[in-house]
């Protein structure tokens, strides 16, 4: 069902009250997504983005009733990953040889995912497309968090269409930042940042503050995924601003991954260490195998400080934990201190291998961790209360 988003733009997307999964299975999206593509019916009619593949059918048919498909004279593919550009090949059947604006590695992409030789017009910075009275100016915004991205903007209506930058993975009846629960929008954007952003942060500060010099009003922001913001839309502007400048809490995370709870009873005598020291501090705890990683990279976002720990197993670390680590590796967090610790039985040799990969990841490791045989007994668990008392010091 379409809506009139302010004037002649109407949403005219996909909510998908059901994905819990996104990305293949690499992002978890526990409330849903929407698919958020708009109509700007003026003198000409341009349509931005489209949905998801699996519901191309659906899209375009509801799309015909909203308008005669052949009086969409232009297309604009702000971003040719699937969930945008998903329909577009089942659209264009329909119209053949309309245009479709995009970047240079957005011909590049839509090539290489559909194979078509469409009416490419290649846009970059500052051009503009008339729609009679109005304009859309194009912003290219490589990386962010594709190179083939980009943004446009409506004159006369001062609507910022974001791609993905400033959305956030939430279903909801109500469209509008104002009419959701705040606290649940705020954890998605943070989640969405963390988890998809966090690795082009030099990037989003870089073209914030370049679309800022332009000096366009902005009444709406209207990303690809998620709610529309029209109230104080610029306060989402100015939270990326903030998690790209290396952000982080008063906050301790500790995650862990056991075999037969030895290194779990480490864990838990360390938060209780942390509090000892330091009562302001919020501290999280973690089993990383049973829990959502994507969740415990926003907490990990969010930290100043992590503490990593596995047994060791065949001369190695648990798989949950390896597979975390190599997450960690490739979202390139920086300013972020870690400590390791672990449980064994036999060799041992699990501290120091969370201790190179971190340290191969950038991150400062402010010391050599702690290691206990077997079981902790009430010495061990003495020192893993020390240890707690340690990284908290070290954790400023």
């Not at 109407?10 to 593509?37: A, C, I, P, Q």
């Not at 089942?90 to 469409?118: D, F």
């Amino acid at each position: 069902m379409s809506f009139k988003v302010k004037n002649n733009v109407y949403w005219v997307g996909k909510t998908d009250w059901e994905l819990r999964n996104f990305h293949g299975n690499e992002y978890s999206t526990h409330r849903g997504s929407t698919y958020n593509s708009f109509l700007v019916r003026e003198d000409k009619v341009a349509l931005i983005d489209t949905v998801w593949q699996p519901f191309a059918g659906e899209f375009v048919d509801l799309l015909s009733k909203e308008i005669p498909l052949e009086k969409i004279d232009v297309i604009i593919a702000n971003h040719a990953e699937i969930d945008h550009s998903g329909a577009l090949d089942e659209l264009m059947k329909r119209i053949p040889g309309k245009p479709v604006y995009c970047t240079t590695n957005g011909v590049k992409s839509l090539k290489g995912h559909y194979h078509r030789n469409w009416n490419f017009q290649v846009v970059k910075t500052g051009d503009r497309l008339s729609l009679g009275s109005k304009e859309l100016i194009f912003i290219e915004a490589p990386m962010l968090h594709w190179p083939d991205s980009m943004m446009c903007y409506l004159t006369g209506d001062n609507i910022l269409f974001s791609n993905d930058a400033f959305g956030q993975h939430y279903a909801s009846e109500f469209m509008y930042n104002d009419l959701v629960d705040q606290s649940e929008l705020f954890t998605e954007c943070m989640k969405y940042y963390a988890n998809i952003l966090t690795p082009f942060s030099a990037f989003v500060t870089k073209k914030i503050q370049e679309v800022l010099s332009f000096e366009l009003p902005v009444d709406l922001i209207c990303p690809s995924h998620g709610v529309l913001w029209r109230d104080r839309p610029i306060q989402i502007v100015e939270k990326y601003l903030a998690w790209a400048d290396n952000y982080r809490e008063n906050q301790i995370t500790i995650i862990y991954d056991t075999m037969w709870n030895s290194t779990r009873i480490m864990a838990e005598n360390f938060v209780a260490g942390i509090r000892e020291a330091d009562t302001s501090v919020n501290v999280k705890l973690f089993n990383i195998a049973h829990s959502d990683k994507n969740d415990v990279v926003t907490e990990v976002f969010k930290s100043k400080g992590v503490v990593f720990g596995s047994p060791t197993i065949n001369r190695g670390i648990l798989t949950a934990m390896a597979g975390f680590l190599e997450e960690i590796r490739g979202l390139g967090f920086k300013d972020k201190k870690a400590a390791v610790f672990g449980s064994y039985g036999w060799s041992g040799e699990s501290v120091k291998m969370l201790h190179d990969a971190l340290d191969s990841a950038g991150w400062e490791v402010v010391n050599d961790g702690l290691k206990t045989l077997w079981n902790p007994d009430d010495e061990s668990i003495g020192k893993c209360v020390a240890f707690g008392k340690d990284i908290c010091s070290n954790f400023k």
